[in-house]
């Protein structure tokens, strides 16, 4: 069982910028991605970012030039660093571990407004 913990959520106004972070509880190279996922109210939880194990990272057209996924294999932690926030991302951000299993985390608020 691994779990997920994510931190770094918060209320931010339109252009300001919040850093994320998914700790695992066990090494993430168990996992072949994490992925960094987001749901605002009334809509679909959708893929905003992801980092193979390999270290490949691909950023959604939502978020391209403007959020960047990283990791500290040493800490088990992957981070998603977002700048230029505007207000249509606010949403809960989850991260999700993709191997033989699947894992979600619990959910951090993002909150973009003035």
């Known amino acids: 069982q691994v779990q997920l913990v994510e931190s770094g959520g918060g209320l931010v106004q339109p252009g300001g910028s919040l850093r994320l972070s998914c700790a695992a509880s066990?090494?993430?190279?168990?996992?072949?991605?994490v992925g960094w996922y987001r749901q605002a109210p009334g809509k679909q939880r959708e893929l905003v970012a992801s980092i193979t194990s390999g270290g490949t990272t691909t950023v959604a057209d939502s978020g391209k030039g403007r959020f960047t996924i990283s990791r500290d294999t040493a800490k088990n932690t992957v981070y998603l660093q977002m700048n230029s926030l505007k207000p249509e991302d606010t949403a809960v951000y989850y991260c999700k571990g993709s191997g033989m299993s699947d894992y979600w985390g619990q959910g951090t608020q993002v909150t973009v407004s003035s």
């Open positions: 066990r090494t993430i190279f168990r996992f072949y991605a």
